[in-house]
């Protein structure tokens, strides 16, 4: 007899667990696909905008994981090759693409470099996942004519496709030293939550609203 009570109650001990873990919602994840701008480089890690994000999401209760797959050096083409993988890895319900500033800096084609970014935006959409893409600028040493056409691949890719656009990651960081590090092209722990505030009013209407408590 008590062997056939422990199993009742550990069956239905399972039918409790298995209830809860289905009455609770999957939680979403967003994916940052970026380059040194993202990744942090040359800021601890918790000071950077993405760990920012995730901390913001928290805080204001939004059921969303964070998965910063930015890698320093990045371009386009290596952007678009890994992310397939991530893709299909974590199965993200948003991406946020952060890539193009080190195709410029390079002086790759920007024919290229837009066709990779247009590439990534059908594949993430493919996926169902909502897109935000994030513009970046050129030095004007670059010549006029290169970082106009480099300035308007963004929101022409955004208006194409219909996904939504942040204009310039560093707007009103890159010419603020304070806020700038020694070389010139990264933002330093202070010009970090600057970096999320840009981002932050683009994003949040992508996001599905958090759940308030009842009562």
């Given at each position: 007899?008590?062997?056939?009570?422990?199993?009742?109650?550990?069956?239905?001990?399972?039918?409790?667990?298995?209830?809860?873990?289905?009455?609770?919602?999957?939680?979403?994840?967003?994916?940052?696909?970026?380059?040194?701008?993202?990744?942090?480089?040359?800021?601890?890690?918790?000071?950077?905008?993405?760990?920012?994000?995730?901390?913001?999401?928290?805080?204001?209760?939004?059921?969303?994981?964070?998965?910063?797959?930015s890698v320093?050096?990045?371009?386009?083409?290596?952007?678009?090759?890994?992310?397939?993988?991530?893709?299909?890895?974590?199965?993200?319900?948003?991406?946020?693409?952060?890539?193009?500033?080190?195709?410029?800096?390079?002086?790759?084609?920007?024919?290229?470099?837009?066709?990779?970014?247009?590439?990534?935006?059908?594949?993430?959409?493919?996926?169902?996942?909502?897109?935000?893409?994030?513009?970046?600028?050129?030095p004007p040493?670059?010549?006029?004519?290169?970082?106009?056409?480099?300035?308007?691949?963004?929101?022409?890719?955004?208006?194409?496709?219909?996904?939504?656009?942040?204009?310039?990651?560093?707007?009103?960081?890159?010419?603020?030293?304070?806020?700038?590090?020694?070389?010139?092209?990264?933002?330093?722990?202070?010009?970090?939550?600057?970096?999320?505030?840009?981002?932050?009013?683009?994003?949040?209407?992508?996001?599905?609203?958090?759940?308030?408590?009842?009562g």
């Open positions: 007899m008590s062997t056939l009570i422990r199993f009742i109650q550990s069956l239905l001990l399972w039918t409790v667990v298995a209830a809860a873990s289905a009455a609770a919602p999957a939680q979403r994840t967003i994916i940052v696909l970026g380059d040194s701008l993202s990744a942090g480089y040359g800021v601890p890690i918790q000071q950077g905008w993405v760990k920012l994000l995730e901390q913001r999401l928290a805080k204001e209760g939004y059921g969303y994981r964070v998965v910063n797959a320093t050096g990045e371009t386009t083409q290596g952007g678009l090759a890994r992310l397939p993988r991530a893709l299909d890895q974590h199965k993200p319900a948003l991406v946020i693409l952060e890539l193009g500033g080190n195709d410029g800096l390079r002086g790759l084609p920007l024919a290229t470099s837009r066709e990779n970014l247009a590439r990534m935006i059908e594949l993430s959409q493919k996926t169902k996942a909502k897109v935000l893409l994030v513009g970046m600028m050129m040493n670059y010549g006029p004519r290169y970082a106009d056409e480099f300035r308007e691949m963004y929101p022409a890719l955004a208006k194409k496709y219909s996904v939504a656009l942040v204009p310039f990651l560093l707007d009103q960081v890159a010419l603020n030293a304070e806020l700038m590090q020694p070389d010139g092209i990264h933002a330093n722990a202070k010009g970090q939550p600057r970096m999320l505030e840009n981002v932050w009013p683009r994003l949040k209407p992508l996001l599905v609203a958090p759940v308030k408590p009842a």
